[in-house]
């Protein structure tokens, strides 16, 4: 590797570290759990033994999720223009592998408002979910990682998503997407012919109840066994048994709200593998790699040294960054 790349790949780590570091921040992340840190000369910095590829790709997730935070803080605040849709991030990889198209992933204001406002202090609106700014915040990320996807039993244009993670009452929370909608029509006074639009977010009190009910094993697009583990011991449930037959970590089959549009004739390049594996009757084991996108550089490693930015390791070819 030449000079100019590794200076290349230091500036890009350099752009990555700030990223990583404010949405650190801006999510009051624990030290003991950050990826960054300030050294003595004001520096940002990554910790050591974190792998390149991984960095590069979470820095640029970072960077769109530092830029929802900004349009929410805006919202709240009142100053963005009425109508308008928030940007969550670009579709998080796992539901183009599913079959979604490469849209922006949308949010409309309304939703974000009253998914914050008090449960108690608005009982006669049902779409108060009393959402701490902290876990509005922290929503894109959650999406882009999910527990459960599921076709939606109410709404077939939709799929409903289970994140790792609850709201203040302890309940897990629930999302519902829904592709290529056209009525969030503007972002940042630009016009968005179609988009996949986050309809809902709140904390779900009988998840488990509505599971058993209404959604069959036969109905489920994706589980996975380690996050639903967590889940479990964050929020006190327990997954229906019956889902304990389903391959875990893998993309079962094509969303119901898919397969009935006229996505999967004009799908993304990467929802091929799903589409292939129903076409063929079987399904398609999706690493943990392949779902959130992550592209490794080598071996590359980040190593710190003392007062100084981190540098990279590589083996093999001589690569040290220094």
């Known amino acids: 590797m030449d000079d100019k790349a590794k200076k290349a790949i230091r500036e890009n780590l350099a752009l990555t570290a700030k990223a990583i570091y404010h949405y650190e921040m801006m999510l009051l992340i624990p030290d003991d759990e950050r990826l960054t840190y300030l050294t003595d000369n004001l520096q940002v910095s990554f910790k050591s033994g974190q792998k390149v590829g991984h960095l590069i790709e979470y820095g640029n997730r970072c960077s769109q999720y530092n830029n929802y935070i900004k349009e929410m803080s805006l919202c709240l605040d009142n100053k963005t223009h009425h109508g308008e849709a928030l940007k969550m991030s670009n579709t998080p990889t796992i539901y183009l592998k599913m079959g979604f198209k490469q849209l922006p992933l949308l949010y409309s204001q309304k939703h974000l408002r009253n998914s914050m406002k008090s449960k108690g202090r608005?009982?006669?609106?049902?779409?108060?979910?009393?959402?701490?700014?902290?876990?509005?915040?922290?929503?894109?990320?959650?999406?882009?990682?999910?527990?459960?996807?599921?076709?939606?039993?109410?709404?077939?244009?939709?799929?409903?998503?289970?994140?790792?993670?609850?709201?203040?009452?302890?309940?897990?929370?629930?999302?519902a997407i829904e592709p290529n909608a056209t009525d969030l029509n503007m972002h940042k006074g630009k016009q968005v012919v179609s988009a996949n639009v986050v309809r809902t977010v709140f904390g779900k009190d009988n998840l488990i109840a509505h599971l058993e009910h209404k959604v069959p094993a036969s109905d489920v697009i994706y589980f996975d066994k380690e996050k639903s583990q967590d889940l479990e011991r964050l929020a006190g449930i327990q997954f229906p048994r019956y889902y304990s037959s389903l391959s875990f970590n893998t993309i079962i089959q094509q969303p119901r709200c898919i397969c009935n549009s006229k996505v999967p004739q004009h799908c993304d390049i990467r929802a091929e593998p799903a589409k292939k594996a129903l076409e063929k009757g079987s399904v398609k084991e999706v690493s943990r790699k392949e779902a959130t996108g992550i592209d490794q550089i080598g071996d590359a490693i980040v190593e710190e040294r003392p007062h100084s930015p981190a540098v990279l390791r590589k083996g093999g070819d001589g690569f040290d960054g220094r």
């Open 122 to 175: 608005f009982k006669s609106n049902h779409h108060t979910h009393g959402l701490s700014e902290r876990l509005a915040r922290k929503i894109p990320e959650l999406l882009n990682d999910p527990v459960l996807v599921y076709n939606s039993p109410a709404n077939p244009n939709r799929i409903c998503v289970v994140l790792n993670d609850v709201d203040m009452d302890g309940y897990p929370l629930f999302a």
